[in-house]
T-cell receptor
Framework: EAGVAQSPRYKIIEKRQSVAFWCNPI?????LYWYQQILGQGPKLLIQ????????DSQLPKDRFSAERLKGVDSTLKIQPAKLEDSAVYLC???????????????FGPGTRLTVL | KNEVEQSPQNLTAQEGEFITINCSYS?????LHWLQQHPGGGIVSLFM???GKKKHGRLIATINIQEKHSSLHITASHPRDSAVYIC??????????FGPGTRLSVLP
């Protein structure tokens, strides 16, 4: 079974530029998560999709971050314009619908390491 | 106070040593996860526990629900075990709550 795919793996941009990340979840997983992980910290949830609808985006900085999952499969996360503090690893994860899964196992992609100069 | 805490924050061991990483949490949970993150960034799930103990190869994970504590043990550690180990909890389908991670370096 193929895992969660992400691209690019690495990205270096200058502040105020724009960047987009792509994620393809495991086939059949209705729920998709984007996390931001700053060096030395645990992942922080940015947004959770259930199919193509947003379940939780309370920690997404909406003035500069946006995400979509138009057909309920692939997702893109965009930052526009980027700031220095956005340097982090951006992780995508997917799972079966957690409403029907007691233990909620998430499967993570390899992450995209973003450096903002 | 963070809902999930880990200790130690950093750990350096010699190859072959027995390693223990601890996790404590303050919220109700239905499952606790131990995750491994290598320098490239990707995260791999090692264990998902709701009670007792699980073993996989040289890795052992235990959980004490009453004390809200879990431990991850690595026997006969090897340099390839060098990674960040993250404890995360979830409660009946709610989102993960992650600990800050423990950075392990195993020296040859």
């Amino acid at each position: 079974e193929a895992g969660v795919a992400q691209s690019p793996r690495y990205k270096i941009i200058e502040k105020r530029q724009s960047v987009a990340f792509w994620c393809n979840p495991i086939s059949g997983h209705a729920t998709l998560y984007w996390y931001q992980q700053i060096l030395g910290q645990g992942p922080k949830l940015l947004i959770q999709f259930q199919n193509n609808g947003v379940v939780d985006d309370s920690q997404l900085p909406k003035d500069r971050f946006s995400a979509e999952r138009l057909k309920g499969v692939d997702s893109t996360l965009k930052i526009q314009p980027a700031k220095l503090e956005d340097s982090a690893v951006y992780l995508c994860a997917s799972s079966l619908d957690p409403r029907y899964t007691v233990r909620n196992e998430q499967f993570f992609g390899p992450g995209t390491r973003l450096t903002v100069l | 106070k963070n809902e999930v805490e880990q200790s130690p924050q950093n750990l350096t061991a010699q190859e072959g040593e027995f390693i223990t990483i601890n996790c404590s949490y303050s919220v109700g949970i239905s499952a606790l996860h131990w995750l491994q993150q290598h320098p490239g960034g990707g995260i791999v799930s090692l264990f998902m526990l709701s009670s007792g103990k699980k073993k996989h190869g040289r890795l052992i994970a235990t959980i004490n629900i009453q004390e809200k504590h879990s431990s991850l043990h690595i026997t006969a550690s090897h340099p390839r075990d060098s990674a960040v180990y993250i404890c995360a909890v979830t409660n009946y389908g709610q989102n993960f709550v992650f600990g800050p991670g423990t950075r392990l370096s195993v020296l040859p």
